[in-house]
């Protein structure tokens, strides 16, 4: 039970719930009465991070995105989605701040401007000065992502580095004896982006293992970057027969570039990779992934945020999803090219 059903049923808004709770703003003793039946009715008690949110609070929580001039992949909309969604159930307002470049001013005025109580950061590098920042500031945080050295602060994130490397044995369990590893774009990655360089170590690990044939490449996060990618990659690698990728963006690219070389998926091919689950499930063929769980993520980052915004002294919690591979129609057998 949380404030929008109440507001529901007691048929005012959302907000005119939050006043009649914290007595922020004057509410009419009719309405009151009316809320508060309501909640005596449901049994609705606010739990003690809410109680505490409702001090002193702006109840607004900011979310750090990457550049607004860069198109958020599939799973990175996933993100925004579930933490608005997530946030819009403990009643709280989400500001949306870009960060990198000429954005950080934007970020600087999150972090120094008492605009919200606390902030999700997203898209995390190993080494990430604006964790450095949000540490020196005290303002409460949580990552989607974790830098090299995550023990200072409270995160979720995907596993890349084992997800990577369960592809890549599930090729060479088919017979695939050439892997390329597509990652995210080479900026990105100089930059010290954790997926990619947790991508990478997996995949190095799983061939080596196995005793493939590897190749890693970077790719930008488009259609026909990963066309040209993959175009190059058949080119350069004659004998290669499959893919494991982090960049779901790219994917489609993959499709059309293999078509163009008179390539079947997965007869003559096979793609695995990372991505949001029903975005892999909406591609022909739908894509053989680890589905990442966005909407879980999400909620537990604000559940995360809520509890170190209602105690800054809580012991940092941590969050490392691996789902399981979810085989669909883009892996089989491999068929030798070359």
């Given at each position: 039970?949380?404030?929008?059903?109440?507001?529901?049923?007691?048929g005012v808004?959302?907000s005119?719930?939050?006043?009649?709770?914290?007595?922020?703003?004057?509410v009419?003793?009719?309405?009151k009465?009316r809320i508060?039946?309501?909640?005596?009715?449901?049994?609705?008690?606010?739990?003690?991070?809410?109680r505490?949110?409702?001090?002193?609070?702006t109840?607004?929580?900011g979310?750090v995105?990457?550049p607004?001039g860069?198109?958020?992949?599939?799973?990175?909309?996933?993100f925004?989605?579930?933490?608005?969604?997530?946030?819009a159930?403990?009643?709280?307002?989400?500001?949306l701040?870009?960060s990198g470049?000429?954005?950080?001013?934007?970020?600087?005025?999150?972090?120094?401007?008492?605009?919200?109580?606390?902030?999700?950061l997203?898209?995390i590098?190993l080494?990430d000065?604006?964790?450095?920042?949000l540490?020196?500031?005290?303002?409460?945080?949580?990552?989607?992502?974790r830098?090299r050295?995550p023990?200072?602060?409270?995160?979720?994130?995907?596993?890349?580095?084992?997800?990577?490397a369960?592809?890549?044995?599930?090729?060479?369990?088919?017979?695939?004896r050439q892997?390329?590893?597509?990652?995210?774009?080479?900026?990105?990655?100089?930059?010290?982006?954790?997926p990619?360089?947790?991508a990478?170590?997996?995949?190095?690990?799983?061939?080596?293992?196995?005793?493939?044939?590897?190749?890693?490449?970077?790719?930008?996060?488009d259609?026909?970057a990963g066309?040209?990618c993959?175009?190059q990659?058949?080119a350069?690698?004659p004998?290669l027969?499959?893919?494991?990728?982090?960049?779901?963006?790219?994917?489609?690219?993959?499709?059309r570039a293999?078509?163009?070389a008179?390539?079947?998926?997965?007869?003559d091919?096979?793609?695995?990779?990372v991505?949001?689950?029903?975005?892999?499930?909406?591609?022909?063929?739908?894509l053989?992934?680890?589905d990442v769980?966005?909407?879980?993520?999400g909620?537990?980052?604000?559940?995360?945020?809520?509890?170190?915004?209602?105690?800054?002294?809580?012991?940092?919690?941590?969050?490392?999803?691996?789902?399981?591979?979810?085989?669909?129609?883009?892996?089989?057998?491999?068929?030798?090219?070359?």
């Open positions: 039970m949380n404030i929008g059903e109440i507001a529901k049923r007691a808004s959302r005119t719930v939050s006043y009649a709770l914290t007595g922020k703003r004057p009419s003793e009719e309405t009465r508060q039946t309501v909640i005596d009715e449901l049994g609705y008690r606010p739990n003690a991070s809410a505490a949110l409702k001090e002193g609070r109840r607004t929580i979310l995105i990457p607004a860069q198109r958020l992949t599939d799973m990175q909309l996933g925004v989605a579930s933490v608005v969604d997530a946030a159930h403990a009643d709280l307002d989400v500001l701040s870009p470049g000429e954005h950080d001013r934007s970020f600087e005025r999150v972090v120094t401007g008492r605009r919200v109580d606390g902030v999700i997203m898209e590098r080494e000065d604006r964790v450095v920042r540490l020196r500031s005290g303002l409460p945080f949580v990552g989607i992502g830098t050295h023990e200072a602060m409270s995160w979720v994130d995907i596993d890349y580095e084992t997800l990577i369960k592809c890549v044995h599930h090729l060479a369990d088919l017979g695939h892997v390329a590893l597509v990652n995210r774009s080479a900026e990105l990655v100089a930059a010290g982006y954790g990619g360089h947790r990478q170590t997996g995949f190095d690990r799983a061939v080596a293992e196995r005793g493939l044939n590897g190749v890693r490449v970077c790719c930008a996060d259609a026909q066309q040209s993959l175009r990659l058949l350069e690698h004998a027969t499959a893919v494991a990728t982090i960049n779901e963006a790219a994917v489609f690219g993959m499709y293999l078509a163009e008179g390539l079947t998926v997965p007869g091919f096979s793609i695995a990779g991505a949001a689950q029903h975005w892999a499930e909406s591609l022909h063929p739908p053989t992934a680890a769980p966005a909407d879980e993520m909620a537990r980052a604000v559940e995360l945020l809520i509890q170190r915004i209602a105690d800054p002294g809580t012991p940092h919690r941590h969050l490392l999803a691996a789902p399981p591979i979810s085989l669909r129609s883009t892996t089989g057998p491999a068929r030798p090219r070359a």
